[in-house]
């Protein structure tokens, strides 16, 4: 069945780096686009970036673009999301899926405090 594993997550200061890992199986990863997004505490889960199957497209929240970068590994079943001058406001579980969605992993606290 579709199963991710996010990784990576952790507690850094602001203006610091992270970079989040998901292992994805169950389905044909090399045929799906694929999908972080990050739900802060009270909050609905957003979108934060969506990469294509063939890692030819992007998509970017405003609020990370230029900060954050997606990138995939289709022979490792595995999407990236490389997370730069973080802010207090980044502060989230994130979570990644394929597009269309699938069931939701356990998600990777990123926390983003001094």
């Known amino acids: 069945q579709v199963h991710f594993v996010e990784s990576g997550g952790g507690l850094v200061q602001p203006g610091g780096s992270l970079r989040l890992s998901c292992a994805a199986s169950?389905?044909?990863?090399?045929?799906?686009?694929m999908s972080w997004y990050r739900q802060a505490p009270g909050k609905e889960r957003e979108l934060v970036a969506r990469?294509?199957?063939?890692?030819?497209?992007?998509h970017y929240a405003d609020s990370v673009k230029g900060r954050f970068t997606i990138s995939r590994d289709n022979a490792k079943n595995t999407v990236y999301l490389q997370m730069n001058s973080l802010k207090p406001e980044d502060t989230a579980v994130y979570y990644c899926?394929?597009?269309?969605?699938?069931?939701w992993g356990q998600g990777t606290q990123v926390t983003v405090s001094s």
């Open positions: 990469i294509s199957s063939a890692a030819d497209s992007t």
């Open positions: 169950g389905f044909t990863f090399s045929t799906y686009a």
């Open positions: 899926n394929k597009f269309p969605a699938g069931p």
